[in-house]
């Protein structure tokens, strides 16, 4: 999955995902192809929203997951990345828990900011995750012989990303934590002060791979959220159909476009699940802390976990009081 957000100026294809298939996305990416904005799909919230001619945020501001600090390389472990109780955990955070925590990410959102020369760039106006509003459609997809991966989810309209993430969360069984650390590994979007439409049409990378075009019938913010988080129950309640499962070991690929891989005991189903999602590991340029890389140093998975450890602990430690706890940061 895409991992690394460069600067904004910075030309480059957007790696989208997939969940569905068994193919994803790794390589650190810039914007991608220019997209239209989804008719419909969002308004400026008229609560808290930045007045016009705000000013855009300083560089030093703005946090990509790649600023994100890197916990010891020798607390990776690959075959469990994060444990069930946290991954599935659906309760972990309320709707107003949400909103507030995506608040204390972007202390300033360029919403007026001059649009840029990049072709990609949607344009005016540019409005954050926090001060989004959506409407949820009503949901009751079944899967093969009437299998309910989700709980029925009923539309509501005018909510916020909380509500979104909540709602889908609760109805899905899968923690807003591990909605909101793939939303950031994907497109950097709950730091991201001046965000692009491309990056709420394909938020999650759902049904985007590496080798072929998004499919356009899952566009959208709210699309992604569900149709991602209900793609993790079916890897966890259908495993016999996918490539990764817990209790195996697994010849795992360092890159889309690397030959080389290594064999990885996945220990747990929210780890098979990552890999389900994002099929390759990293190497070791990139868990000592590589920036850049090449086609063997895929970060995706390991993103997932660098932003977990920074956002809500150690990812692996169900009890608080066994977490392991990232070092002080240098002077």
């Not at 259908?238 to 010849?251: D, H, I, K, M, V």
């Not at 064999?263 to 390759?280: C, E, F, G």
Request: net charge negative; proline share 10%.
């Amino acid at each position: 999955m895409v991992v690394v957000l460069v600067r904004r100026l910075i030309a480059g294809a957007l790696a989208l995902c997939a969940a569905a298939a068994l193919v994803a996305c790794s390589r650190p990416a810039g914007r991608g192809p220019a997209a239209q904005p989804t008719a419909g799909s969002t308004t400026p919230s008229p609560a808290g929203a930045p007045v016009p001619g705000a000013t855009a945020a300083p560089d030093d501001v703005w946090r990509t997951v790649e600023d994100f600090p890197a916990p010891p390389a020798e607390w990776w472990d690959p075959g469990y990345i994060v444990s069930d109780a946290n991954f599935f955990d659906a309760t972990s955070m309320t709707a107003e828990q949400i909103d507030d925590f995506l608040d204390r990410q972007v202390p300033f959102c360029s919403l007026w900011h001059a649009k840029s020369e990049n072709p990609n760039d949607s344009g005016l106006p540019y409005v954050c995750l926090r001060y989004r509003v959506w409407s949820i459609p009503a949901f009751d997809e079944r899967g093969e012989n009437g299998t309910m991966y989700c709980q029925p989810i009923a539309p509501q309209s005018l909510v916020s990303t909380g509500v979104v993430i909540a709602t889908i969360a609760a109805a899905c069984g899968i923690s807003p934590k591990t909605l909101l650390v793939t939303l950031e590994k994907e497109m950097g979007l709950v730091t991201d002060f001046w965000p692009w439409e491309i990056q709420f049409r394909s938020a999650l990378g759902y049904a985007c791979p590496d080798s072929a075009p998004c499919d356009p019938d899952f566009y959208g913010f709210v699309g992604q959220i569900y149709w991602a988080a209900r793609q993790f129950q079916v890897y966890v309640q259908r495993p016999e159909l996918f490539n990764f499962q817990p209790g195996t070991t697994a010849s795992i690929l360092y890159g889309p476009e690397c030959e080389q891989r290594g064999d990885v005991a996945i220990r747990n189903a929210a780890t098979a699940a990552l890999y389900n999602y994002t099929p390759y590991q990293p190497s070791r340029f990139v868990v000592e802390g590589g920036k850049g890389g090449g086609p063997c140093d895929a970060y995706g998975n390991y993103n997932f976990w660098k932003v977990w450890f920074d956002w809500f602990g150690d990812p692996a430690a169900d009890d608080p009081s066994q977490a392991r706890r990232l070092p002080e940061p240098t002077r």
